[in-house]
């Protein structure tokens, strides 16, 4: 059984916008941080956006002011909002979910994201 799901990706024109969610198995593990990577062609998994407790977030330089990130009280799901979406944001957006004093970690299968210029 799966214990994260992305949903929410497709194909969208620049200057659109998409909305990722995630939803993590509430029988599963405790989260206290959640975030959303990104991985395109030929390219590194990077961090898009991070939330921890607080909420406190943290953005890569690239989607500052054009993306955010939110979660539901009970840390089993986590949202994206993409707006102003650029070619370069094209890619397959990954949803975390961590421990982190346990360090317990778990990836969602992925959900791709196209941004046509």
């Known amino acids: 059984q799966a214990q994260l799901v992305e949903s929410g990706g497709g194909l969208v024109q620049a200057g659109g916008s998409l909305r990722l969610s995630c939803v993590k198995s509430?029988?599963?593990?405790?989260?206290?941080?959640m975030g959303w990577y990104r991985q395109a062609p030929g390219k590194e998994r990077e961090l898009v956006a991070v939330?921890?407790?607080?909420?406190?977030?943290r953005y890569a330089e690239s989607v500052k002011g054009r993306f955010t990130i939110s979660r539901d009280r009970d840390w089993n799901s986590v949202y994206l909002q993409m707006n102003s979406l650029k070619p370069e944001d094209t890619a397959v957006y990954y949803c975390?979910?961590?421990?982190?004093?346990?360090?317990?970690?778990?990836w969602g299968p992925g959900t791709q994201v196209t941004v046509s210029s």
């Open positions: 975390n979910a961590r421990n982190s004093y346990s360090g317990v970690t778990q």
């Open positions: 509430a029988s599963g593990f405790q989260a206290n941080v």
């Open positions: 939330i921890t407790n607080g909420p406190n977030t």
